[in-house]
């Protein structure tokens, strides 16, 4: 989902700030909300883990270029629902920030699209998941619908921002068209991949009763 440096570029740049800042200001609120119910040591925790998740997200599992961008597996929803929404956002944006500090440097003239990118999504989902699932429903008792509906809504709002700002940056013309089209289609992928590792790393934390109460998932996981 990286936008690749020079897509937006400019005075258009200035609207990435402002996005990137009014999704960091959002995130610092769910943060200090979450700070006061949580601790800092269960926050600070999850967001390590979302971190250290989204580089490996990155870096290590496959990704590929397709049209405008690149497609990555970024497991937005299981993020979300392992570790919380302002963790998720937290360790997303810290993630994507160390891989581009590591081995990208030269996309991070492009960081705040790309964060904007990431997050607005995630928000999403976190209303989306209060709509759709009941509120005495652990996480780990998750159907496959409602998985596959949190994935879809994540990245169709990935897939959405990049062809934003491609056509924001570079306009409408055919051969852009062609090269959003093509890498949407490609991310498309991703939503049948998605909910499955949803369920399973659900599974996984049911059998692993060891983490509910331990600070380094959500509470939700295990307790409505």
């Known amino acids: 989902m990286h936008v690749e440096p020079g897509i937006v570029h400019g005075a258009k740049m200035a609207l990435s700030f402002a996005t990137a800042a009014g999704a960091g200001t959002y995130a610092l609120k769910l943060a200090f909300d979450g700070l006061k119910d949580k601790g800092i040591a269960s926050f600070a925790s999850r967001t390590l883990l979302a971190m250290a998740s989204t580089f490996t997200f990155f870096q290590v599992l496959p990704h590929f270029p397709v049209g405008v961008s690149e497609v990555h597996f970024i497991l937005g929803s299981t993020l979300f629902l392992i570790f919380g929404v302002a963790p998720a956002a937290f360790g997303l944006a810290l993630g994507l920030l160390l891989q581009g ?110 983490l509910e109460g331990s600070g380094l998932v959500n509470q939700r996981v295990y307790q409505a």
């Open 101 to 210: 500090m590591l081995f990208a440097p030269t996309d991070l003239p492009m960081y705040f699209v790309n964060v904007t990118t990431l997050l607005v999504p995630l928000f999403v989902v976190s209303a989306l998941a209060k709509k759709i699932i009941a509120p005495n429903t652990a996480y780990v008792d998750l159907t496959y619908k409602q998985a596959l509906k949190l994935s879809t809504a994540y990245q169709a709002g990935i897939v959405s921002w990049v062809a934003f700002w491609v056509l924001y940056g570079q306009g409408f013309g055919a051969e852009v068209l062609a090269s959003v089209g093509s890498f949407g289609l490609a991310y498309m992928m991703v939503i049948l991949i998605e909910p499955i590792a949803d369920l399973a790393i659900l599974k996984l934390a049911k059998t692993a009763r060891g």
